[in-house]
Structures are given as C-alpha cells and as structure tokens.
C-alpha cells in the first residue's frame, strides 16, 4: 500500500511498500506547440529562479481533454487562441517514479496580435522560432527543458520528409 506524503488538486506523492518514492499526476498535462506561419511559438520562462527557453505546458484539469487544456493554457499564456489543433503523441516524464499522462499537441495560430504573456506565472517573452533555429538552440545549450526537447523530437520525427 501506498503513503501518501502529500496531495492536492493536480497531483500526490506517495511512497510504495519498498520506499521508493511515487508521483502521480491526476489529470494529465500537455505540452503546446503553437505554430503561426511556420514558425513556433517558444516563450522565456522564469523557473526555479532560472530563465528556460521552452514551449508553453500545463496541467489539464478534471474532465478536460488535452485538446481543450492545450487550447486553455494557450489563452492563458499568451492570450493566443488555436485555430486548428491536434495530438501529436504521449511523452512519459519518467516512467520508474512518475504516473503521469502528457501529450505534445501542436495548435495553429493565424493571428499572433492579441499575444500578451502571462507574467505573474513568470512567462517573460515569447519568440516564433524556425525548426533550424529550434535546432540551433538546443545546440547552443539554450533548450534544456526536458518535455519541449521530447515535443521538439516528435514534431521531428513526425514531419520528416
């Protein structure tokens, strides 16, 4: 049986019979990737007292699908509404400790005007990006975030040509 060391709306941790330590999201999470006119969204964002380069991501609530929650946490980032959006797969966070259930999604964009960052959470910027300038900043150790690194790959892999 599980310990539960604590718990709230979005997830609780526990320990199992042998110790070791679990985490469990509730409702899932998505990792957005906004794309306007071929290139994509990545904002600046101030975690752990660390600026990362990353793409927008959230939890999704009770009841919501990742659909909807990407399309919420894109309104409430950066004030942008997808005009067409869809799954582009499931990322595990790591799968020894964490039960969790994320999907990357790609949301089109066609009007980035009503962009506005969402500072009190510490978005502090936001860039469209080319996929080779993507490229080149991961290179340069620039993009270190671990689920915008694994979305980056499926867009990759599912958009080779």
Known sequence: MNKVIFENSMLSVSTDKTGYLKLCQKNGGVVIIPVYKDRHAIIQHIRNGEILY???????????????????????????????????????????????????????????????????????????????????????GLIKDNFTLAAFMLLVAKHFT
């Open 54 to 140: 990353e793409f927008p991501r959230g939890f999704i609530e009770a009841g919501e699908s990742h659909l909807t929650g990407g399309e919420r946490e894109l309104k409430e980032e950066l004030n942008l509404v997808s005009s067409s959006s869809y799954l582009l797969g499931q990322l595990l966070t790591d799968s020894g400790i964490i039960s969790d259930n994320i999907q990357a999604i790609i949301c089109e964009i066609d009007d980035i005007a009503p962009l506005s960052l969402q500072t009190n959470e510490g978005v502090v910027s936001c860039d469209f990006y080319s996929r080779e300038q993507i490229f080149d900043m991961i290179k340069q």
